[in-house]
């Protein structure tokens, strides 16, 4: 399976930006999909995920500025960020878990957000 990011960017404060992933085969065989970041010296953090049955979560900090989606149709997972904060500043990796507990996740690359104050 294969996931290809895109969307990364430079953005000011304040600014919105939306960051798609694409998987390889059909998203309704992967159980959650979502978005970590990791920003420079700093450790990966799970931004945010999703569930096969379309239920968002969130890490406080970008609770009620992004929003993930998912599109069974197309096979992808997007991050939708809003109101973007120069702590937003990080590589952004999708990621998907299959349903099977004994297989590994998949990782996509990752794509730089840069947000400038």
């Known amino acids: 399976v294969q996931l290809q990011a895109c969307g990364g960017g430079l953005v000011q404060t304040g600014g919105s930006l939306r960051l798609s992933c694409a998987a390889s085969?059909?998203?309704?065989?992967?159980?959650?999909m979502g978005w970590y970041r990791q920003a420079p010296g700093k450790q990966r953090e799970l931004v945010a995920t999703?569930?096969?049955?379309?239920?968002?979560n969130y890490v406080d900090s970008v609770k009620g500025r992004f929003t993930i989606s998912r599109d069974n149709a197309k096979n992808t997972v997007d991050l939708q960020m809003n109101s973007l904060k120069p702590d937003d500043t990080a590589v952004y990796y999708c990621?998907?878990?299959?349903?099977?507990?004994?297989?590994?996740?998949?990782w996509g690359q990752g794509t730089l957000l840069t947000v400038s104050s």
């Open positions: 085969i059909s998203i309704v065989r992967l159980d959650a």
């Open positions: 990621y998907a878990k299959p349903f099977s507990p004994f297989s590994p996740s998949y």
């Open positions: 999703i569930t096969g049955g379309g239920s968002p």
